[in-house]
């Protein structure tokens, strides 16, 4: 059904707590900043594990990272650490090794072949700062070139949390090593991101087997993630492969195909969201949520199930649905807003999507794009007058609205993660928790 909407996207909404602006354009590729960046070269000392890569990028000397890491590794912020190729941290479940990054530090990657992977039973303890964060970009960026999405591979970490494939024992789908994630310990610990940005990560591996901006593959809730940037990826922003993982301030820009991506039976709760595209590009949809529960089997078990609250989704020309659920997921929505999706703000898509009764919105704002009015879209068996209905439905919403402000609705039972935020979005105006950090939106 389509419903009209007069509401422009730079409406200020003070009494509510969350604003909409004029969405920002991005030139199609960052232009070069400092051709003359100054590169010289000589031997350094690397520690234990790393090598000398032979030269130095604006006075500081880079040292590189290689094959299987077993022993715990220190990166400092006092030089440049470059990825070079797939990169280990630990075996599987074995050789358990830490890699602790300091506030400040910079990584990079050459090319899409360049990518770490932190292994199950393995840390990475990445805890940057404010006016300090940790970074993993590409050589380019580093050297203030042009850079572009897909300049280096991207950052994996694998644990040992609940997946519902039946073994708990799968493949990452782009690793030449045959790195497994998935187990039985949902509240296994792979360590911390905190204040950390990935930039102009992403890689094709395979024909539809791309590296992410962050893969998480059955990781568990004892890992901190908190104040995390995925900026102008190539490919998804996070992409979650069943597991437990809890996530609070993420910031996913400018990321070509989808902003976030659950799969395989994944259960974990998001607080403070805030996601926004620039462009898409051939043969991507360009998603604000796609979720799967299992292709193979609709009914897997778990069901993916998160819990999303204080988000915004934020469209832009080329990108076709805010939020895509289907193959059986399920998902709790609270207290967000979807906008400037082409086709649709949300999509449901397979008759047993839609009936596994784990789907709910609550206090959600949808604004549909000037060129396209339709806020739903119905696919294998499901009506657009059915995904309206569960939309308005008492049974799965509180005051969910097309072009109002909808009521805030207290939070659902989380064992004491989520914030009792009193506002709707993702944040608020007079106190906005992305600044003062964020790279994506101080750039532009």
């Known amino acids: 059904m389509k419903i009209i909407l007069s509401l422009m996207l730079s409406l200020l909404v003070?009494?509510?707590?969350?604003?909409?602006?004029?969405?920002?354009?991005?030139?199609?590729?960052k232009e070069p900043q400092n051709q003359s960046t100054q590169i010289t070269y000589?031997?350094?000392?690397?520690?234990?594990?790393?090598?000398?890569?032979?030269?130095?990028?604006?006075?500081?000397?880079?040292?590189?990272?290689s094959n299987i890491i077993t022993n715990d590794l220190h990166l400092t912020n006092d030089r440049y650490w470059k990825i070079k190729g797939e990169v280990q941290i630990g075996g599987d479940n074995n050789f358990r090794t830490n890699l602790f990054i300091d506030p400040g530090t910079v990584l990079f990657g050459s090319d899409g072949g360049d990518f770490m992977v932190i292994n199950r039973g393995s840390k990475i303890i990445a805890k940057g700062e404010a006016s300090r964060v940790i970074t993993f970009t590409s050589e380019s960026d580093v050297k203030e070139l042009k850079a572009s999405p897909g300049d280096w591979g991207g950052l994996v970490i694998a644990g040992n949390a609940p997946i519902n494939t039946g073994n708990f024992d799968e493949e990452f789908e782009f690793s030449s090593r045959k790195t497994r994630f998935g187990g039985d310990k949902a509240d296994d610990n792979s360590g911390i991101l905190k204040y950390v940005i990935i930039k102009y990560a992403g890689d094709q591996v395979?024909?539809?087997?791309?590296?992410?901006?962050?893969?998480?593959?059955g990781v568990g809730s004892g890992t901190l993630i908190n104040y995390l940037e995925v900026y102008y990826g190539k490919d998804d922003g996070i992409e979650v492969w069943g597991g437990t993982v809890n996530m609070k301030h993420i910031i996913l820009i400018g990321n070509r195909d989808d902003s976030l991506d659950t799969d395989m039976?994944?259960?974990?709760?998001?607080?403070?969201?805030?996601?926004?595209?620039?462009?898409?590009?051939?043969?991507?949809?360009?998603?604000?949520?796609?979720?799967?529960?299992?292709?193979?089997?609709?009914?897997?078990?778990?069901?993916?199930n998160p819990i999303l609250q204080n988000f915004e989704f934020l469209g832009s020309m080329g990108s076709?649905?805010?939020?895509v659920l289907r193959h059986g997921s399920g998902f709790t929505l609270i207290n967000g807003i979807v906008s400037n999706f082409e086709k649709a703000q949300i999509s449901i898509q397979d008759a047993q999507t839609l009936q596994n009764d784990k789907i709910l919105f609550k206090s959600i704002a949808l604004y549909a794009s000037e060129e396209n009015k339709d806020l739903f879209y119905g696919k294998n068996e499901v009506s657009e007058t059915k995904i309206q209905e569960m939309f308005l439905s008492s049974k799965h919403c509180k005051t969910n609205t097309y072009t109002t402000t909808p009521t805030r609705v207290k939070v659902d039972g989380d064992n004491g993660f989520f914030d009792e935020a009193n506002f709707v979005g993702a944040y608020q105006k007079?106190?906005?928790?992305?600044?003062?950090?964020?790279?994506?939106?101080?750039?532009?």
């Open 265 to 304: 039976g994944y259960n974990g709760f998001i607080q403070y969201l805030y996601a926004e595209k620039f462009s898409v590009e051939a043969n991507q949809a360009g998603y604000g949520i796609e979720s799967d529960n299992n292709p193979n089997n609709y009914a897997a078990k778990p069901v993916t």
């Open 206 to 217: 395979y024909a539809n087997k791309e590296l992410n901006g962050l893969s998480l593959g």
């Open 42 to 65: 000589h031997q350094i000392v690397c520690p234990n594990g790393t090598s000398d890569a032979g030269y130095t990028i604006k006075s500081k000397p880079v040292c590189e990272i």
């Open 430 to 444: 007079e106190n906005d928790w992305r600044f003062g950090w964020s790279i994506g939106l101080e750039k532009y």
């Open 14 to 29: 003070l009494s509510s707590g969350f604003y909409l602006y004029t969405q920002r354009v991005l030139p199609a590729d």
């Open 320 to 323: 076709e649905y805010g939020i």
